[in-house]
């Protein structure tokens, strides 16, 4: 996931929105997704600690997060207009301590539990956090709906000790702010539209896609969810660095070729000659930032056919002309303003594509931070990071296929592969396909689990 003021879907250039405590348009969208695609999207955090974890010290760590933006429910506005807030909630899935110690063959069942236990979007079980002992010390698993945080939400929510931060504008107090929400809403459509709609009405292949989106759809045959296998890597970070380079690339650009290359491998496209590739970006710029998403999936086209593991220059200048050509964009095929204003079967149908829509996902997150590395007390061993769609994706109703997260902690870069069994079977044969695929690099990867 790359750190830029960029964004996806190209419709069209807007200015940066303020840090906002109202459900944004990927909020609304995620929250409904269950509905939509018939699975949710779930963030998994993961911990490997040295010592174990007693039952006190995981509930002391519930405590703190749950006065947190974890803790926080979408409440219906009052007043016409105005978007839905986020207001403090308690969450009623308690700490989750397991005394029975994991081994090799029962880790991966147990990390998976934490997955698939329904965390609904209008329940009162609002996040997962469990522990279970492994070897000398612990595991820790901290399971989050995507609609309620993004992943570098979830790092700011671990190094925080209170709630969030919260805008409050002049009529605030007065149905908390629904009023001045409604009103600013309103205004904002009506600039924002006028100026959009000079754009994009006389251009007729715009028009051309905005009735296309507008048109009722239907829904195609749904076969079972699919539940993702899937794989942990442990890597030296200066290692992957060092292997991007020799081949004219940077350490991103490798993680986007192993994303393509597992796709090609794998995934029967037909006659397409490009690979759809989405490169999540945040929108985050301090800590003060209460959007639960602020975040955009950056569109990437690469070519399709065999695997390739030569030259890393194309895909370094297309990945780099993709995010610093993107602006600020929105999340939406018309003017965010305006869309909170529509009826929300127009809104469902004028959403920009997101992940779902493509073949594969490479979320770089970067570093760590230090907040996020410590739990209960500890300095974790490693960290990872996966999202998951639960019960499971239903591949007639979304193109994604293969999702890859990376995160650094210390000098380690610990790469996570989820993918749709139909293609690239049990966790087992994911794990000897990609571990194959970082061979071919020159990547010495062990699994992340192992002690």
Request: aromatic residues 6%.
């Amino acid at each position: 996931m790359a750190e830029r003021d960029s964004a996806a879907g190209g419709q069209y250039r807007t200015r940066p929105a303020p840090p906002s405590a109202r459900l944004n348009p990927t909020d609304e969208m995620l929250y409904r997704a269950e509905r939509a695609l018939g699975s949710s999207r779930i963030v998994q955090l993961l911990w490997r600690l040295p010592e174990p974890v007693t039952p006190a010290a995981l509930r002391a760590e519930w405590e703190r997060l749950d006065r947190g933006r974890l803790s926080r429910r979408p409440a219906a506005a009052r007043v016409p207009g105005a978007r839905r807030a986020w207001v403090p909630a308690h969450n009623a899935e308690p700490p989750r301590p397991y005394p029975a110690p994991l081994t090799h063959d029962t880790v991966w069942e147990w990390i998976d539990e934490q997955v698939r236990a329904p965390l609904p979007a209008g329940s009162g079980a609002l996040w997962r956090l469990a522990s279970a002992p492994y070897g000398q010390g612990a595991l820790v698993s901290l399971t989050v709906p995507h609609f309620r945080a993004d992943g570098m939400g979830i790092f700011t929510a671990l190094t925080e000790d209170g709630p969030p931060p919260a805008r409050r504008g002049p009529f605030a107090g007065a149905a908390d702010g629904d009023l001045a929400d409604a009103v600013g809403q309103v205004a904002r459509a009506v600039t924002a539209t006028a100026a959009w709609a000079a754009r994009t009405l006389p251009d007729r292949r715009s028009r051309a896609e905005l009735a296309a989106a507008l048109r009722p759809a239907p829904k195609p045959p749904a076969s079972d969810p699919r539940f993702f296998s899937t794989a942990v890597f442990d890597f030296d970070a200066a290692e992957w660095e060092e292997r991007a380079r020799a081949r004219g690339g940077t350490a991103n650009s490798l993680f986007v070729e192993i994303a393509a290359n597992l796709v090609r491998a794998r995934v029967p496209l037909g006659d397409r000659t490009g690979i759809r590739v989405g490169v999540p970006v945040s929108l985050r710029r301090t800590a003060a930032d209460a959007r639960a998403n602020a975040l955009v999936v950056v569109p990437l086209s690469v070519p399709a056919g065999q695997v390739r593991r030569t030259d890393l220059g194309p895909t370094r200048r297309s990945t780099k002309a993709a995010l610093d050509g993107t602006g600020e964009h929105s999340a939406t095929l018309v003017p965010e303003p305006l869309w909170h204003l529509l009826p929300r079967r127009y809104a469902d149908r004028l959403k920009a594509p997101g992940a779902q829509a493509t073949d594969v996902v490479a979320s770089n997150f970067g570093a760590l931070p230090e907040g996020a590395r410590r739990f209960a007390g500890q300095w974790a061993d490693g960290a990872a990071l996966r999202t998951m769609n639960v019960p499971g994706l239903v591949p007639e109703r979304a193109g994604l296929r293969v999702s890859l997260c990376a995160v650094r902690v210390g000098e380690r870069l610990t790469v996570t592969v989820t993918a749709i069994p139909d293609h690239f079977g049990d966790a087992r044969s994911l794990r000897e396909l990609a571990a194959e695929e970082f061979a071919a690099w020159g990547l010495r990867g062990r699994e992340w689990w192992t002690e």
